[in-house]
């Protein structure tokens, strides 16, 4: 079965700094990955999506991630945090098709993020 | 955004009773999911939906059953509410595998 681990409950930057989230995934196949963010009393917003191509996949808001198969990482990361930033992070892995799956999609337990002007 | 909505976006219900919350897409998706989220366990996989009346259990289906007639909407009910069962619910549907979830706004479920 699938699995998401966001080993950070939060994380704290300061505007204008560089940015990470962390996400690893266990699955069996070629993994389907994505981000979304929450943002207070709203639903998830998705950010951005692996599912195959180039590792280095750019997102929503400026946002981007990199995906390492060797690692089985998944991190999100942006240039320069800003403010308006701060939100609930999550990080997902769905079945791949050759997996027999259907189309399961599971959820990491979630990274606040906190940007400091 | 999609058309995915839910109903009621909140419920107070006393403990025992039955409840049923609604999912409704206006996006012809595939797929649909129950979700429920709670303070440092993050979003847990109650049921989901491959197909009209094709459902699977997620991690956390113990005291929860789904019914998917047609394939804008997606019911989930409590059988028997119990105080561990308030969370905030939310439902997404998605068209196929290489698609991203849209999400409903969410249904705050308060068991009394």
């Known amino acids: 079965a699938q699995s998401v681990a966001q080993p950070e409950d939060q994380v704290n930057v300061a505007e204008g700094n560089p940015l990470t989230v962390k996400c690893t995934y266990s699955?069996?196949?070629?993994?389907?990955l994505f981000w979304y963010v929450q943002y207070p009393n709203r639903g998830l917003q998705f950010l951005l999506k692996y599912i195959t191509g180039d590792n280095l996949v750019k997102g929503s808001y400026g946002f981007e991630a990199e995906f390492n198969k060797s690692q089985t990482s998944f991190h999100l990361k942006k240039p320069s945090a800003l403010v308006s930033d701060s939100a609930l992070y999550f990080c997902?892995?769905?079945?791949?098709?050759?997996?027999?799956?259907?189309?399961?999609?599971?959820f990491g337990a979630g990274t606040r993020l906190a940007v400091h002007p | 955004d999609a058309g995915i909505t839910q109903s009621p976006r909140h419920k107070v219900t006393e403990t025992g009773t039955p409840v049923t919350l609604r999912c409704h897409q206006t996006e012809n998706h595939r797929y649909m999911y129950w979700y429920r989220q709670d303070p440092g366990h993050g979003l847990r996989l109650i049921h989901y939906?491959?197909?009209?009346?094709?459902?699977d259990k997620g991690e956390v289906s113990d005291g929860y059953s789904v019914s998917r007639s047609k394939t804008e909407d997606f019911l989930l009910t409590l059988e028997s509410a119990t105080s561990s069962q308030t969370s905030v619910y939310f439902c997404a549907s998605n068209g196929n595998m290489n698609t991203e979830a849209f999400f409903g706004q969410g249904t705050r479920l308060t068991v009394v």
């Open positions: 699955v069996s196949g070629n993994p389907y």
């Open positions: 939906s491959y197909g009209v009346k094709d459902t």
């Open positions: 997902a892995v769905r079945d791949p098709p050759e997996s027999g799956g259907y189309n399961k999609l599971i």
